[in-house]
T-cell receptor, first 113, second 115 residues
Framework: DTAVSQTPKYLVTQMGNDKSIKCEQN?????MYWYKQDSKKFLKIMFS???????INETVPNRFSPKSPDKAHLNLHINSLELGDSAVYFC????????????FGPGTRLTVT | GDSVTQMEGPVTLSEEAFLTINCTYT??????LFWYVQYPGEGLQLLLK?????DKGSNKGFEATYRKETTSFHLEKGSVQVSDSAVYFC??????????????FGQGTILTVHP
């Protein structure tokens, strides 16, 4: 039933490690996104994929690499984690039309120690 | 790029009070406008939307009207409940240029409703 799912929900790791977050949507949408929410609740887009093609890549460090094996999945891999990467990461999906809403996953809370 | 300015929070109200959360935006082209709500520990849920000028979006007693001339999309509710306590986000969905297709969020407004 879950429309947009993410795993894991919580991720605690040490500086310098590499980690991945997975996202899947069963809504049949063409476009998927990663957003980062900081401790002040500010949400900023990181990446967007449309039919497995990268279409938005905001000013995100190269340590962050998205991968879309098919249009239902968008994973986020982070190398050499830093303290400042601690945040909640949300995956979202939507149809391409501007009038369509985005549907968000439950979020992954990443804590880097 | 697109940007959003939301009313500074936190906002604290008593149950049954009237709520207004102001939102103004700048956007390329003709965006659609959305309000999302985030309950504690959860993801974002769509609250309401409007896709063209003078449209009114409504849901769960909340309303917002697309005002193109003032580039505003203020959220209102006539009588808030304790269960409305959450963070509210205004977001245009970009219609042109580098903003195309993405939601740009305001800083969010924290609402706390007391019994």
């Amino acid at each position: 039933d879950t429309a947009v799912s993410q795993t894991p929900k919580y991720l605690v790791t040490q500086m310098g490690n590499d980690k991945s977050i997975k996202c899947e949507q069963n809504l049949g949408h063409d476009t998927m996104y990663w957003y980062k929410q900081d401790s002040k609740k500010f949400l900023k887009i990181m990446f967007s994929y449309n039919n497995k093609e990268l279409i938005i890549n905001e000013t995100v460090p190269n340590r962050f690499s998205p991968k879309s094996p098919d249009k239902a999945h968008l994973n986020l891999h982070i190398n050499s984690l830093e303290l400042g990467d601690s945040a909640v990461y949300f995956c979202a999906s939507s149809p391409s039309e501007r009038a369509a809403p985005m549907y968000f996953g439950p979020g992954t809370r990443l804590t880097v120690t | 790029g697109d940007s959003v300015t939301q009313m500074e929070g936190p906002v604290t109200l008593s149950e049954e009070a009237f709520l207004t959360i102001n939102c103004t935006y700048t956007a390329t082209g003709y965006p659609s406008l959305f309000w999302y709500v985030q309950y504690p520990g959860e993801g974002l849920q769509l609250l309401l939307k409007a896709t063209k000028a003078d449209d009114k979006g409504s849901n769960k007693g909340f309303e917002a009207t697309y005002r193109k001339e003032t580039t505003s999309f203020h959220l209102e509710k006539g009588s808030v409940q304790v269960s409305d306590s959450a963070v509210y986000f205004c977001a245009p969905r970009g219609a042109g240029g580098t903003s195309y297709g993405k939601l740009t969020f305001g800083q969010g407004t924290i609402l706390t409703v007391h019994p």
